[in-house]
């Protein structure tokens, strides 16, 4: 059974940093590319970020652009997000999901809040 | 960014009844490889997003058969032959064709 796992949110201050985790395991987790989608309270799904498999090529939303960064630690089935200088409107609740060449975010897990406020 | 544009935004629904969502996207979603990356998700109260359909019209692994998908180019629907109550929650269109993938505003699926 796959399974993705958050940890790693809770309340910062505004221009501090936090980094986020994602065990995975039920796949092999080193054959999939993995993305970051976040949710603010109330509001829609905005994507995030994502690298491929090799950990070779990341992509990123403009609006976190050159203050998050996503890793991934394939002996240890782990997805990481970075997340520096961050604003109040990063907050949300974060959710990693598996991505794939024919099927897009078909797993997700349950996700973990992110709260930025002084 | 494509732009991806659902109606209604809400949808009260009898029991037992059909439902149908739209969905718009602001450019053609058919890839260069040929495939069209156009999902359907839900998200039931308190819980995380679930995927539904994928590539327009296919059903991920336990997905029920009252849910379908259609479409081409820029014009997808989701349909609900027959709604259940554990079909309350909110539904969004995902374009994963180009980067940064993109979500609909959400459709407010509730029983009348």
């Known amino acids: 059974e796959v399974q993705l796992v958050e940890s790693g949110g809770g309340l910062v201050q505004p221009g501090r940093s936090l980094r986020l985790s994602c065990a995975a395991s039920g796949f092999t987790f080193s054959s999939y590319w993995m993305h970051w989608v976040r949710q603010a309270p109330g509001k829609g799904l905005v994507w995030v970020s994502r690298i491929n498999s090799d950990e070779s090529s990341t992509t990123y939303a403009d609006s976190v652009k050159g203050r998050f960064t996503i890793s991934r630690d394939n002996a240890k089935n782990t997805l990481y997000l970075q997340m520096n200088s961050l604003r109040a409107e990063d907050t949300a609740v974060y959710y990693c999901?598996?991505?794939?060449?024919?099927?897009?975010?078909?797993?997700w897990g349950q996700g973990t809040l992110v709260t930025v406020s002084s | 960014d494509i732009v991806m544009t659902q109606t209604p935004l809400s949808s009260p629904v009898t029991l037992g009844q059909p439902a149908s969502i739209s969905c718009r996207s602001s450019q053609s979603l058919v890839h260069s490889d040929g495939n069209t990356y156009l999902s359907w998700l839900q998200q039931r109260p308190g819980q995380p997003p679930r995927l539904l359909i994928y590539q327009i019209s296919n059903r991920f692994s336990g997905v029920p058969d009252r849910f379908s998908g259609s479409g081409a180019g820029t014009d997808f629907t989701l349909k609900i032959s027959r709604v259940e109550a554990e079909d309350v929650g909110v539904y969004y269109c995902?374009?994963?064709?180009?980067?940064?993938?993109?979500f609909g505003q959400g459709t407010k699926l509730e029983i009348k």
């Open positions: 999901a598996r991505g794939g060449s024919q099927i897009q975010l078909g797993y």
């Open positions: 995902m374009q994963a064709t180009q980067f940064p993938y993109t």
